[in-house]
């Protein structure tokens, strides 16, 4: 069974979770899914980018990501005909889409989808990209609770870290 520090065998955990789609699994999804509340404490988001960059599998997923979206920077967008559209990294963003919400489940935070899947995702790119210096630097925290004060919170005593 993977675990949050050893993420091996996420893919068949998940897997296991969509194709059961049982009452439990049903009634986490859809708590809050694609929605903007609660408020997501900062550090659930920065624990969940610490993971993220910190395995072989989905770093390489991010870095996909993070090319795609330093082209689309530079000359995009793109018409959906485009010959740029041959790169858009799919693969990569199914398997975060994937990983974020089999994330919030083993950790037991509310799978809010845009503090994980949006303001996580896009903050991880950019540390990939250089825009930002490290997980764990103030200057990321900042960024998080500016940019994404919509869906995250400063940490209040009692949050999980």
Excluded at 128 to 136: A, C, E, H, P, T
Aim: a negative charge; glycine letters at 4%.
């Amino acid at each position: 069974m993977a675990s949050l520090e050893d993420i091996t065998g996420w893919r068949d955990e998940f897997n296991d979770l969509e194709e059961r789609w049982d009452d439990e699994w049903v009634a986490y999804v859809d708590q809050f899914v694609n929605k903007l509340e609660p408020l997501i404490p900062v550090s659930q988001v920065l624990h969940f980018i610490k993971v993220l960059l910190e395995n072989e599998e989905t770093l390489a997923a991010m870095t996909e990501i993070a090319k795609w979206e330093k082209l689309m920077d530079a000359s995009g967008p793109f018409e959906d005909d485009a010959p740029e559209m041959e790169l858009y990294p799919k693969a990569s963003v199914v398997l975060t889409n994937d990983f974020w919400l089999w994330f919030c489940w083993k950790a037991g935070y509310p799978p809010v989808s845009s503090a994980f899947q949006l303001a996580g995702i896009d903050t991880a790119s950019d540390i990939i990209r250089g825009d930002l210096s490290g997980v764990q630097s103030p200057e990321t925290r900042a960024f998080l609770l500016k940019e994404y004060a919509f869906t995250i919170r400063a940490d209040a005593e009692g949050d999980l870290a």
